[in-house]
């Protein structure tokens, strides 16, 4: 989808409200209805073979859920555990996916006229999952399509022929 | 084309789409019920009760299609039904062609219904030229001579019997009979059975067909049970009488209501007419009919005797109607139930864990209670787990039609068979083994079953015949597809093997042979249909089964036929385990699989080519797998190692598994790892350990297989 | 409160038919069939009866004929509910004993209209 109609689809909707979050230098935000809670870190379980940013998966009251680091998987600048370290817990379409990210910080809601498109952006992440841009005061928010993000193929949480 | 949709005028303030989706399950059951049946009919011998449930069903559709404002719809069950209703009263007789239209309509009633039911507005398939098929073979036969009209004079002249309150005047037509003194048999009847009624001869203008006027109290069906003693079902015309004196109804031109003037409990008629509103009428004088001006003396009622019923009366065995035997309940519903029972099996184990430390004489009770829980817990998961089992007929049901309509086009003649029908299985499951059967059924109806000439000429019954047949075997379901056609070519498979390069010889096996139709793109068809597909099929459905942690077996013999079996394990939730340590780390082998443990002794360990290790046990060699090799086991602690072996048998081989501990059997409830992750290859699922951690279950048959290579 | 049977081997016109007779203040006890209709009789009497034709075990006019044959119903209101208006099918609900006939479809308004004329 290219940029501008994602930036339609965005204004469309009406003000939405985002949770945001920071990776290395960026502040990044997703669509707080995707967000099913926010926890502590806890150890996962490894799961053989898989990609260093895929910790392995942990038990979310019943449920098996993979547990993504997003500091590892875009290279930023270290990655520690500890009782700090926040994990996100998405409900997509196709999965419940943990990730990993340097903090939380509060979610916002943006209406329509704060939205830009944002097509030369440099960042970590592959601008195919960027929505745009989310201007309030001073802040700028990197927003993202965050299904689009965790079912590429470099997540590695879809299995070829899915 | 008609309005696709429009309310029904004037509901008020009744809002009718909240019933919308209880009809189109409704609707849907219908139409798949009317296709069954339309599969099973016999044409030559097409039963009265077969015909009738045809039509209802297609009457059930049109009548809530036209209640709920699905005009479309509505219009073509119209016609389905016009065509169903001259069948069941033997106006015509039930051809293929009439057969072909009646699925065809119910394959495009059902899309219409999709499309509303998903709000879908582009425009609809034309459904013109079904209406004009149906309408042709409705007019095909004209119409039986009608002998009531000359039967009407002669009962015009004997005198009108009163109507009397539950009694019903009939004219009952009984033919073509070879010997018409059988139907006089039926007089008799009404002889011999008190308080059946009256019967009276009338002259009939064919020979061999006998016509009586019958007043009785009786249904249609009791009378028919009683004169099927006689004479054939089929031979018999039941109609009321022809000629009755005239209804008075309220004076209402709409012919979509009134009251049947003196019928109990109609209303007043008052002389205006007043009740000219449509849609209703009440019979003058009938029981319970508001009361109209000239008050009509109370019919006496005829007291009726139980008529003897000789012939119990079969119920209707359709389906349709299973009301009091099953409920609905959504799917997610009944994995919550699962999950929460699963906790429940964890929470049990974890209490008769802990409780083993306790002395028995002090905590006798408490010991007791925790028995009763464990077999408790057991019974109540084995009742949950059959909650998501359904039976395989469920999946058999879809081939029926697609083999008639795939033979019919490829100009074969192919019998269907299905064996095992109630073998049951998880129906998550069933979503999955879908695709891989319907590719492997096609595949024999078209590249297995021969044209009819050929099978002639190769001494076969010109009809070939597959069969589907589904039973438990151990722990799994094994599905099979067995043709009679004319089997797998070796010759052609190798040929065109080497054609592609791949490193095959002629000393193969014929098991080894036939495995290489899986190879993707293998495909050794003369013509490639557009039917089954350029040979994507065979890898692609080795690969969906695998992905169930199945497996595929082929056999087969030249001219004679093939046969393929999916072996599938049964998902079990809860399963009995074995969990080893590796490292840190805790793995789970089920106990099934697990033959024996020892420990290592390092000199019946023999390291063979390539690196990989075999070791004896007793008389036998075995592969050993090194678990922490396999699943790259991090080594922190170097004072560890594996040095405990453990026997598994799984997919009909023995493997060794070298881990660094057994750490004790549980049972564990087994989590899927795919719905949120992907498939990991030698691990069949993931659990949740006491301490809340999660443990991955490792699979035996993928890792003996593994060590096959 | 008046108390009415609906029979209608349909589910989806039994939901509707229950739920304009419930909205309308009226209870409502529903059957699957004529024999389904005919067994729940035994237990309690009706105000009115309110039945489908084809219907499968036991189809209206079957119900009909018995009801009426039946000393608590002699005079109960029954009113079928007909895909059709031929002289045949109001001769045959006539000589089976109904009070009177609604054709189908009908909307829930005048549903309550007619039930409103007979039931007392």
């Known amino acids: 989808m290219g940029m501008m109609e994602k930036m339609d689809e965005l204004s469309a909707t009406g003000a939405r409200e985002y949770l945001t979050f920071r990776l290395d230098q960026e502040e990044y935000g997703i669509d707080i209805l995707k967000v099913q809670e926010i926890r502590g870190y806890e150890p996962p379980t490894r799961v053989a073979n898989a990609p260093n940013f895929i910790k392995g ?43 990993v990210v340097d903090s939380v910080s509060d979610v916002m809601e943006l209406p329509p006229e704060a939205l830009k498109a944002a097509p030369d952006i440099e960042s970590v992440i592959d601008s195919g999952a960027v929505m745009g841009l989310g201007s309030l005061g001073e802040r700028m928010l990197i927003l993202l399509d965050i299904e689009r993000l965790m079912s590429a193929p470099d997540m590695g949480l879809v299995s070829s022929g899915e | 084309m008609a309005e696709t949709h429009q309310d029904s ?135 039986p001579p009608p002998v009531a009209k000359p039967v009407a004079a002669v009962v015009a002249a004997k005198p009108a019997t009163p109507v009397v309150a539950g009694q019903r005047q009939l004219e009952i037509k009984v033919g073509p009979l070879a ?44 009378l028919l049970d009683l004169f099927t003693f006689h004479v054939a079902r089929e031979q018999i015309e039941i109609r009321p009488a022809a000629v009755m004196t005239p209804v008075p109804v309220a004076p209402v031109e709409d012919a979509s209501h009134g009251f049947f003037d003196g019928a109990p409990g109609a209303p007043e008629i008052a002389t205006a007419p007043a009740a000219v509103e449509a849609g209703f009428g009440f019979f003058d004088g009938a029981p319970g009919a508001p009361v109209s001006a000239p008050e009509v003396s109370v019919v006496p009622v005829v007291e009726v005797q139980g008529v003897a019923k000789t012939v119990a009366k079969a119920a209707a065995s359709q389906a349709a109607q299973p009301e009091a035997a099953t409920i609905r309940v959504a799917i997610s519903k009944v994995d919550q139930l699962i999950n929460l029972v699963g906790e429940l099996v964890i929470t049990q184990a974890m209490l008769a ?31 949950v787990m059959s909650i998501r089992m359904i039976p395989m007929s469920i999946v058999f049901s879809r081939f029926p039609r697609m083999l008639r309509d795939l033979a019919g086009k490829l100009g074969k003649k ?30 024999s109806c078209d590249h297995g079953i021969e044209m009819p000439a050929d099978r002639l000429a190769a001494g076969k019954p010109e009809t070939g015949t597959i069969t589907l047949s589904a039973s438990h075997q151990g722990g799994s379901i094994v599905i099979e597809v067995r ?120 000199d019946a360990v023999s390291t063979v080519g390539q690196g990989s290790q075999l070791v004896k046990v007793r008389d036998e060699y075995m592969p050993v797998i090194e678990l922490e090799k396999v699943f790259q086991v991090p080594r922190f602690d170097f004072d560890k190692n594996s040095d405990i072996m453990v026997v598994v048998e799984a997919d009909g081989s023995r493997v060794v598994l070298l881990v660094d501990e057994l750490l004790g059997q549980q049972q564990v409830v087994v989590k899927n790892l795919e719905s949120n992750y992907r498939k990991v290859p030698n691990v069949s699922g993931a659990t949740i350990l006491g301490d809340g951690k999660v443990a991955l279950i490792l699979d035996t048959g993928a890792l003996v297989r593994r060590s096959r290579h | 409160m008046p108390v009415i049977l609906a029979v209608d081997d349909s589910p989806s016109m039994r939901k509707m038919v229950s739920f304009t007779l419930l909205g309308a203040g009226y209870q409502v006890v529903e059957a699957v069939d004529g024999q389904d209709a005919y067994e729940k009789a035994q237990g309690q009497s009706f105000d009115l009866v309110l039945t ?40 045959a609900g006539r000589a089976a004993g109904a009070t009177g006939w609604l054709v189908k479809p009908f909307d829930p308004a005048k549903l309550l209209d007619v039930i409103k004329k007979v039931i007392r």
């Not at chain 2, 308080?195 to 002259?203: D, E, H, N, P």
């Not at chain 2, 879908?434 to 590719?439: C, R, S």
């Not at chain 2, 079990?572 to 020892?598: H, N, Q």
């Open chain 2, 179 to 222: 010997k018409p003194e059988q139907a006089d048999a039926i007089a008799e009847l009404f002889r011999d059975i008190p308080g059946l009624g009256t019967i009276q001869a009338l002259s009939s203008d064919r020979k061999d067909y006998r016509v009586f006027a019958v007043d009785t109290a009786s249904t249609d069906d009791d």
């Open chain 2, 353 to 383: 864990q802990n409780s083993r430390a306790l002395d028995p004489a002090v905590y006798q009770q408490l010991l007791t209670g925790l028995a009763d829980l464990d077999r408790n817990t057991r019974d109540l998961q084995e009742s």
């Open chain 3, 52 to 91: 489908d034709q084809n219907m499968p075990r036991m189809d209206g006019l079957g119900l009909t004929r018995k009801l009426r044959d039946h000393p608590q119903f002699k005079t109960t209101p029954i009113l079928m509910l007909t895909t059709e208006s031929s002289d045949l099918m109001k001769q």
């Open chain 2, 414 to 443: 192919v019998d269907f068979v299905t064996q095992g029908e109630a073998t049951e299985l998880d129906k998550g499951l069933v979503e999955k083994i879908t695709d891989p059967l319907t590719h492997l059924v096609r595949n």
């Open chain 1, 57 to 99: 998966v942990v038990n979310l009251r019943g449920t098996i859920v993979p547990i993504v680091d997003m500091r590892l998987k875009f290279n930023c600048a270290k990655a520690d555990y500890d009782s700090f370290t926040v994990v996100i817990i998405l409900n997509l379409r196709h999965r419940i996916v943990g990730i």
């Open chain 2, 483 to 602: 043709d009679d056609g004319k089997g797998l070519s070796r010759e052609k498979i190798l040929k065109k093997a080497k054609e592609r390069g791949m490193d095959v010889s002629d000393q193969m096996s014929d098991a080894d042979v036939w495995g290489l139709i899986f190879a993707p793109g293998f495909s050794t068809a003369d013509v490639v249909t557009d039917v089954s597909g350029r040979g994507v099929g065979m890898d692609v459905v080795k690969r969906n089964i695998a992905a169930l942690n199945g497996t595929v077996e082929i056999d087969s013999a030249e001219g004679f036929g093939m046969r393929v079996a999916v072996r599938l394990p049964l998902t079990l939730a809860i399963m009995d385990g074995m969990s080893v340590g590796v490292g840190d780390e805790v793995y789970i082998l089920p106990l099934s699989s697990v033959v024996e443990s020892f420990q290592v002794k390092s």
């Open chain 2, 9 to 143: 005028g004037g509901g008020g303030d009744i809002d009718l789409s909240q019933f919308y989706q209880i009809f189109f399950e409704e609707a849907g059951e219908n139409l798949d019920l009317m296709e069954t049946m339309l599969l099973n009919l016999n044409l030559e011998t097409a039963d009265d009760e077969e015909l009738n449930g045809i039509f209802r069903c297609a009457h059930s559709v049109k009548g809530g299609a036209a209640t709920f404002g699905f005009a479309d719809v509505a219009e073509l069950t119209h016609k389905m039904e016009s065509l169903l209703d001259r069948l069941r009263r033997h106006e015509l007789q039930p051809n293929a062609a009439m057969v072909d239209v009646l699925l065809e309509s119910a394959d495009a009633s059902r899309s219409l219904l999709a499309r509303h039911q998903t709000g879908d507005t582009s425009p609809a398939a034309p459904t013109g030229d079904l209406v004009m098929r149906i309408a042709d073979l409705a007019a095909g036969n004209a119409p």
